[in-house]
């Protein structure tokens, strides 16, 4: 049997690299692979575990099939590699850092896919982007709306998903995690 993608989304802010960071051994030892996405780097993505490559290097990679899924988002371009696909095959799940504007297209390939929104309270949200000191304070109030509009969707695109809370400590969340996986794995997967 193929293993399961489990598709990760959240605000920006919502902590989404810390948790794949540290739920990175668990998920090891469950044999679920955590992928590096490919990103045409900017500021914006500083602080996540990606292959940063140029906008011609990307494209390039593009159009010789190297990505499963790609997308671009706030002026960068994303690639999950397609080597993700082989891990499926191989009956291993696979954790990839995704796109809530993507999610439908992701559907399409991965029919089976997990989605999972990470979720974050407003409070907690502002003090991590005032500690990042990447955004203006309008820019902060802009990603504060676009929170609030992840909080008020029951589903995307149609397709209900699972919830994360990330507003408290990380080894709670992470363990949150795992016992999703665990609720949502299939009767007869082992």
Same mark, same amino acid.
């Given at each position: %049997?193929?293993?399961? !993608?489990?598709?990760? %989304?959240?605000?920006?802010?919502?902590?989404?690299?810390? *948790?794949?960071?540290?739920?990175?051994? &668990?998920?090891?030892? $469950?044999?679920?692979?955590?992928?590096?996405?490919?990103?045409? $780097?900017?500021?914006?993505?500083?602080?996540?575990?990606?292959?940063? @490559?140029?906008?011609?290097?990307?494209?390039?990679?593009?159009?010789?099939?190297?990505?499963?899924?790609?997308?671009?988002?706030?002026?960068? #371009?994303?690639?999950?590699? @397609?080597?993700?696909?082989?891990?499926?095959?191989?009956?291993?799940? @696979?954790?990839? #850092?995704?796109?809530?504007?993507?999610?439908?297209?992701?559907?399409?390939?991965?029919?089976?896919?997990? &989605?999972?929104? *990470?979720? @974050?309270?407003?409070?907690? *949200?502002? =003090?991590?982007?005032?500690?990042?000191? $990447?955004?203006?304070?309008? =820019?902060?109030?802009?990603?504060?709306?676009?929170?609030?509009?992840?909080?008020? +969707?029951?589903?995307? +695109?149609? %397709?209900?998903?699972?919830?994360? +809370?990330?507003?408290?400590?990380?080894?709670?969340?992470?363990? #949150?995690? !795992?016992? *999703?996986?665990?609720?949502?794995?299939?009767?007869?997967?082992?």
């Amino acid at each position: %049997m193929g293993g399961r !993608l489990i598709y990760l %989304m959240g605000p920006s802010g919502s902590g989404k690299d810390s *948790l794949i960071e540290a739920a990175r051994e &668990p998920l090891r030892a $469950r044999n679920c692979e955590v992928v590096r996405r490919v990103i045409t $780097r900017s500021a914006e993505s500083l602080g996540e575990d990606a292959i940063e @490559v140029s906008r011609e290097e990307f494209e390039q990679r593009r159009a010789e099939g190297d990505f499963a899924l790609s997308w671009q988002a706030n002026g960068l #371009n994303y690639g999950i590699p @397609v080597r993700v696909d082989q891990w499926l095959a191989d009956g291993r799940d @696979v954790l990839i #850092n995704g796109s809530r504007g993507h999610l439908a297209e992701a559907q399409q390939r991965y029919p089976t896919l997990l &989605p999972v929104l *990470l979720t @974050v309270k407003d409070e907690a *949200l502002r =003090e991590r982007l005032l500690r990042r000191g $990447r955004e203006s304070p309008a =820019e902060i109030e802009a990603r504060l709306r676009r929170n609030a509009l992840f909080a008020a +969707d029951e589903s995307i +695109d149609g %397709m209900q998903i699972c919830r994360l +809370d990330n507003s408290g400590d990380l080894t709670v969340t992470v363990a #949150n995690l !795992l016992e *999703l996986l665990n609720l949502s794995a299939k009767p007869d997967r082992t």
